[in-house]
């Protein structure tokens, strides 16, 4: 008897012990994420993430002070960030006549072939490439067959990608002449130059002290290590810049509403940094490299991402930074030229949103035009049907812009000469 009620108080503490423990953590959760957070007016000690190649072993900084010039109108915010934004059956008909669904199956990383005009995309129904140009004709790139393909990097001038696969295997395939190079797989994370001669990446060998930021020409060849990145891979994001002054961007923590940017040039060039207000860093560069467009979330703003850009060339770096008043994330923006964006923007975002990624794949967007220096901001079409808009790719001339549905992953096309 004793010990059946030993047995029955047990269970009973175990289980007041369980919904404690599970109050706590839910509890520290709400305070971490959700909970407005007051900054401290010291900060906490910057997060050392450094890597390079010198012999200080202390990544190049300018002896300069990072100036940051702040501007920012609360005013201009859009309205269906806050309220559900109505439009009249005129402004529907409109969009209805500019917006048409170019495909029914499932395609992957459109990209713009500058040279030609067309976009060039993955279908994963059939895993094969196609071009897609003005006319809305859809071609074969390839009869081949590529199963299973993770990522693809496309040449910005050439029908030539690097092809990423689960297992690390990565490719070079040339579409124009249907040829094979393969690149090692301890290489990841690629960007081809404007002229698609040359790739950034790193490489990540078993040792730490074996992996680097590396440049090499488009087919593997005459490798280049330009930076040691030891355990700080993850910090470390090649992209090179339009007009070719930067080859990556590595990023290190301040403070929990703060993080450090460098750009890191391939000659060791001695770039300033600049400090950005918040985490979740993503970013899109201009068409000429000079200014950066990036959304990062705060605790001052609810955890949601916020668009901001800023100067990013030479002297300039740091300068002229607008927050553009726009919740959504930069990867669901482009350029359509060096003033103006176009960007996806979510009808509501719950607070946390940026750092629950999960909310960037199954928000419902509405299509904005966003002038980045006067920051006017023009609604150009809400899709009739539920919409989750990824890949907005704009063609040369400006006159179509397509995206895909990350709903149906269909491809679908915005006539933007239609919109007055």
Not at 13 to 20: A, D, E, G, R
Not at 40 to 69: A, C, M
Not at 342 to 355: N, Q, R, S
Request: hydrophobic share 30%; net charge negative; proline share 4%.
């Amino acid at each position: 008897m004793i010990r059946d009620y030993f047995q029955i108080y047990k269970k009973l503490f175990y289980t007041i012990f369980f919904l404690l423990i599970t109050f706590f953590l839910g509890f520290l959760l709400y305070k971490l994420f959700f909970q407005k957070i007051i900054s401290p007016t010291t900060t906490e000690p910057e997060i050392n993430t450094s890597t390079s190649t010198n012999s200080t072993g202390i990544f190049p900084e300018t002896n300069k002070t990072d100036k940051t010039y702040y501007e920012e109108n609360k005013n201009n915010n859009l309205p269906n960030n806050e309220t559900n934004n109505k439009i009249t059956n005129n402004q529907e008909e409109t969009e209805n006549k500019i917006i048409k669904k170019i495909n029914n199956t499932k395609s992957k990383n459109l990209s713009l072939n500058s040279t030609d005009n067309n976009i060039n995309y993955y279908n994963e129904d059939d895993n094969k490439f196609y071009k897609l140009n003005n006319e809305g004709n859809i071609s074969l790139l390839s009869d081949k067959q590529f199963y299973n393909v993770e990522n693809i990097t496309w040449s910005p001038v050439e029908n030539k990608a690097i092809i990423e696969y689960p297992d690390g295997s990565n490719i070079v395939y040339n579409f124009d002449n249907q040829k094979q190079i393969t690149l090692p797989k301890h290489w990841e994370d690629f960007d081809f130059s404007s002229d698609g001669s040359q790739i950034v990446g790193k490489s990540i060998g078993l040792d730490p002290e074996n992996r680097w930021l590396l440049v090499s020409d488009s087919d593997g060849s005459k490798v280049t290590p330009i930076d040691k990145i030891g355990n700080n891979s993850k910090y470390i994001y090649p992209s090179w810049s339009p007009n070719e002054k930067s080859i990556a961007i590595k990023i290190e923590g301040v403070d929990f509403n703060r993080q450090k940017i460098y750009f890191i040039g391939r000659n060791n060039e001695n770039f300033k940094s600049t400090t950005i207000e918040g985490r979740g860093f993503e970013y899109v560069w201009s068409p000429n490299g000079d200014r950066l467009l990036y959304s990062v979330y705060s605790s001052d703003d609810n955890m949601k991402p916020k668009l901001w850009i800023v100067n990013a060339e030479s002297d300039d770096i740091g300068t002229s930074r607008k927050n553009l008043s726009v919740e959504t994330w930069a990867h669901k923006c482009s350029f359509a030229n060096d003033e103006e964006i176009y960007c996806a923007v979510p009808t509501h975002l719950e607070d946390g949103a940026g750092v629950f990624t999960d909310f960037a794949e199954s928000s419902i967007d509405q299509l904005y035009k966003i002038n980045t220096k006067t920051k006017q901001k023009t609604l150009i079409a809400t899709p009739k049907n539920n919409t989750n808009i990824s890949n907005i790719t704009i063609t040369k001339d400006s006159k179509y812009l397509y995206f895909t549905d990350n709903l149906s992953k269909n491809i679908q096309q915005v006539d933007l000469s239609q919109i007055k």
